[in-house]
DNA sequence: ACCGTTGTGAACATGAGTGTTCACCTGCTG
DNA sequence: CAGCAGGTGAACACTCATGTTCACAACGGT
């Protein structure tokens, strides 16, 4: 149940985050005094939110063997699941005033951020910085998420969209010579 | 004087959706009085951005010949220079409830869309929806205008990142063969 | 020097979101 | 059945963004 409220939290929020407690509270169809019991202040319920999102990145995170060949790859897929979770963390305005949950985040960011580095020995490109590779997974993953939610992408080929996109570019095969 | 106001109020309200008109007259040197007498309600200022934001788009899209090669190239290099107003556009909680910006947003998305759908047939994959494809270049501006405003990015390497980027992908040059 | 324009701060009324309390109802357990 | 925990709506006070009005200062043109 509690849940489920943060999942909703989540979706209200995100699609808009100015929507009052009562627009949550109505959305996960339960009364605005148990939001505020739960949650005592508005802070309290955007600091929730993103905490949950954090542990199921984690317990995402777990799963995913970082030394395996395609550890990105796996890594993305199962991202992709989560769907509006990464998303909040990432573009929630004023998120990264709370110092806390900064430090998580960049904790969050580190172990991928080293496994990115340590493949641009090998498959990845090597004349763009790891941020900033880091930062294009995570567009790829956004798109995904906003077209899926729009309706316009099926929600299973999302990986493979995202994981061609932000590896092969959209330029056709034989098309890499750009001016 | 106007045109600096609206730029100060496009970065003040990407960075926060929910800054005060307090805020945003104080960001821009003039006083609250003056900002609503200029744009009577908050709705009408964010209608004004908006709305400033596609002449701008416009005004430098009238200056690519979408006919010639490397158009695409062109454009995107032009876009990034124009920093936060399309990221304003695309972005902004709640702009696309207003069913006139909507419309013209989509009128502005239109001639690019013809544009990939085009290259689709030469210099771009076909195996990806145009939609997906435009919504990648997208995301590819957002992430460079991040960056540049965080300082990690030097402006001009931007339109470099955005380019490599979109269209060969991170992965290195002879690892395209992915499980 | 006069006047219209424009910007400004101060003050005010209003409305909405927020946080709190309280009385009531429901379901479960002993 | 009694008691309790949890959920709920109603009502309240409070804060703050907002929109409005007004009087005053600065400036430029006549």
Redesign the pocket.
């Known amino acids: 149940?509690s849940v489920h409220l943060l999942q909703t939290a989540t979706s209200v929020l995100l699609k808009d985050p100015t929507a009052?407690?009562?627009d949550v509270a109505r959305a996960a169809?339960?009364?605005?005094?148990?939001l505020?019991?739960?949650f005592?202040?508005?802070?309290a319920l955007v600091r929730a939110v993103a905490s949950d999102a954090l542990d199921l990145i984690y317990s995402v995170a777990r799963q995913v063997d970082f030394d395996a060949d395609g550890a990105l790859e796996d890594l993305v897929t199962r991202l992709v699941a989560l769907g509006p979770r990464v998303e909040f963390l990432l573009r929630f305005p004023g998120l990264e005033r709370d110092e806390e949950l900064a430090a998580r985040i960049r904790e969050m960011d580190r172990p991928v951020l080293d496994l990115i580095t340590r493949l641009q020995g090998t498959t990845l490109r090597r004349d763009l910085p790891a941020w900033w590779i880091l930062q294009t997974l995570y567009a790829g993953l956004f798109n995904a998420w906003e077209a899926i939610s729009d309706g316009r992408l099926a929600p299973l080929d999302a990986p493979r969209f995202v994981l061609t996109t932000v590896f092969e570019g959209v330029a056709g095969a034989g098309a890499t010579d750009r001016a």
Do not use: D, E, I, Y
């Open positions: 149940m009052s407690l009562s169809g339960v009364g605005r005094t148990t505020h019991n739960r005592p202040t508005r802070a």
